[in-house]
């Protein structure tokens, strides 16, 4: 419970709750909390979203799959990270994506009608939860603008100035594999590594495993102008 409480302490629905209030609120709710083994399914295309699902431990990935088969990760959730509250009160509830354990995960779920006394009942909590769909819509228009770049380069090139931003450093920790980095850019993997090359051959970046470094920072910024 510690460490549950620890977690949600730190989820945007619980902002300015001390553990004490959450703890009541959890044993009032009786959430309950569910474990899966990794690439487990936890909601399919389709499924009716009824309950709002908090990452307690490890990653979830949303992700949508081709008629072709191919498994394409848009979003990658970690603890303290929510999702389902943009469905549970829309007039089409079922999920756009299947949901699946990226790793092995613990995930604590909420009722639609539990959320409902939450928000009804807690003022803080009805502005944090207006605050979570305010921060997922941004989140998601800046998705839009990802996709709206019209060529690999400029994908990769937004991509590494936004890891700037966050970082402010110019040789970047990348917390991705390559195959989680195409993915999350809408690119095919060879793709990605191919521009890769490129770009550290025309002196832009340099890159191994698990960095990239900027060497150019007006030439990266330039590229998606």
């Known amino acids: 419970m510690s460490n549950t409480l620890t977690v949600l302490k730190r989820c945007r629905l619980f902002t300015n709750l001390h553990e004490g209030q959450i703890a009541h609120l959890l044993n009032v709710l009786g959430a309950k909390t569910v474990n899966y083994k990794k690439d487990t399914a936890i909601a399919i295309e389709g499924d009716s979203c009824e309950r709002l699902g908090i990452v307690i431990e490890g990653k979830v990935d949303l992700q949508n799959i081709l008629p072709s088969g191919k498994v394409v990760t848009l ?48 003022p803080v909590l009805l502005e944090n939860f207006l605050g979570l769909l305010s921060d997922k819509l941004f989140f998601m228009n800046k998705k839009v603008k990802v996709l709206a770049l019209e060529t690999i380069r400029q994908k990769i090139c937004d991509f590494i100035l936004k890891e700037y931003k966050k970082q402010k450093k110019m040789k970047l920790d990348i917390p991705y594999s390559r195959k989680e980095m195409a993915e999350l850019m809408s690119l095919q993997r060879p793709s990605l590594s191919r521009e890769l090359i490129n770009m550290r051959e025309e002196g832009l970046i340099d890159f191994d495993k698990h960095t990239i470094e900027i060497l150019d920072l007006e030439g990266v910024e330039l590229e998606i102008l």
Do not use: M, N, R, W
């Not at 990270?81 to 994506?97: C, D, M, N, R, W």
């Open 75 to 122: 979003i990658q959730f970690g603890p303290a990270e929510v999702f389902g509250e943009a469905l549970i009160f829309s007039k089409q509830t079922e999920y756009p994506v299947t949901i699946t354990s990226g790793t092995a995960c613990s995930i604590l779920f909420i009722d639609k009608k539990e959320v409902v006394f939450l928000l009804t009942h807690h």
